[in-house]
């Protein structure tokens, strides 16, 4: 796979990251056996990530219909939409979107990289865009990648948002995946947004930047993975991993069995629970995986300190407009394990930390 690099002008102000925390978060695609499928089908395709901090960031599973008013932040220069599309969210204090999959089988994933500077030095009156709600923004909107790609080309907005565990900005890149592989890798640059684009892109970590990443992994291919792969959990490390790791192992369209096989290489770059070193204090452990199944709309979540693996089928939900807002609250068991849509609860929609 190659990606292109798109670069476009966005007007983006927010504060500077800085955080003594070493932050980490793996995404790996896993594709299916195309070889196999009927024509005009498309092959088995799970998004798996792991999100990776110092401590728990605990985050309750939403799941919103069609037809819910939004808007981007908090004042009166922002944008406002009416949902297009249903998701299922994943929302970490209750105040932000982490990620989530749209009933399109459209999926977006927030991962933390600290090379990230928003803003730009130049003065904009563009609208204001919260973190918190951007990833809704895109996934109520867009069914595909590609729509995706030109709205960011084609909507001027500021992006910004508040602080969190003790005074962290989110700084992160985006990974976006479509049912038919259509991906797109978007950075922000000092008011730049650069998208990588590209059919199946395998990994995404966090730093370096997403080019700087795979100028590292092509040095790891010519060595070879067989021969070696290098194995601490700093970021290169664990896209190097991810990426052979993937292009390895058995390709199937059995929705279980290719299950089985992301969630195993999500192990393999996950950070161990508890994991400490003198020499690296802050270094994050992973706290829980995720795995969206694109083609059969279903959304696993994995919390590390849980027995069990659960999911919720989107094509059993409800999202019709007029349906209400439903929450899981992964607090209030952990004994939670399989099919849990129908231990979704009514509730009032997540109040953003704009």
Excluded at 166 to 190: K, N, Q
Excluded at 202 to 208: A, K, Q, S, Y
Excluded at 251 to 268: E, K, V
Excluded at 271 to 283: G, I, Q
């Amino acid at each position: 796979m190659k990606a292109k690099l798109i670069a476009m002008a966005a007007m983006a102000v927010a504060a500077v990251f800085s955080s003594e925390k070493a932050d980490a978060c793996s995404r790996v695609l896993y594709v299916g056996d195309s070889a196999s499928v009927a024509a005009g089908a498309q092959p088995l395709r799970i998004v798996g990530r792991s999100l990776d901090w110092k401590t728990p960031i605990p985050t309750n599973l939403y799941v919103y219909p069609r037809g819910i008013a939004k808007v981007s932040d908090k004042g009166d220069n922002v944008i406002s939409w009416t949902s297009k599309y249903g998701a299922v969210y994943a929302v970490s204090y209750d105040g932000g979107i982490t990620e989530g999959m749209n009933e399109k089988g459209l999926a977006i994933n927030g991962l933390f990289c600290k090379g990230t500077v928003y803003n730009s030095p130049e003065p904009s009156d563009a609208p204001s865009m919260s973190l918190a709600v951007f990833v809704a923004w895109m996934l109520d909107n867009y069914a595909t990648t590609p729509e995706v790609v030109e709205a960011l080309r084609s909507t001027p907005f500021q992006i910004g948002g508040a602080t969190f565990d003790g005074g962290t900005v989110s700084a992160l890149h985006w990974g976006i995946t479509d049912p038919e592989g259509r991906c797109a890798m978007v950075e922000f640059d000092h008011g730049t947004i650069n998208i990588y684009e590209g059919q199946d892109i395998p990994v995404l970590t966090n730093d370096p930047t997403f080019r700087e990443m795979n100028a590292i992994n092509d040095y790891w291919v010519k060595v070879g993975g067989i021969n070696m792969l290098p194995g601490t959990v700093k970021s290169p490390d664990r896209f190097v991993r991810g990426y052979f790791f993937q292009g390895h192992v058995e390709r199937t369209n059995d929705a279980d069995l290719g299950l089985s096989i992301i969630r195993s290489i999500l192990f393999n770059v996950s950070v161990p629970y508890k994991y400490a070193v003198e020499t690296e204090p802050n270094v994050s452990s992973t706290q829980w995986r995720s795995f969206s199944n694109l083609r059969d709309r279903l959304y696993y979540f994995d919390i590390v300190t849980n027995p069990g693996m659960f999911y919720i089928a989107l094509d059993k939900c409800d999202l019709r407009a007029g349906a209400p807002v439903l929450r899981l609250d992964t607090t209030k068991s952990s004994a939670y394990v399989g099919d849990v849509t129908s231990r979704l609860e009514r509730h009032a929609p997540f109040t953003p930390m704009y």
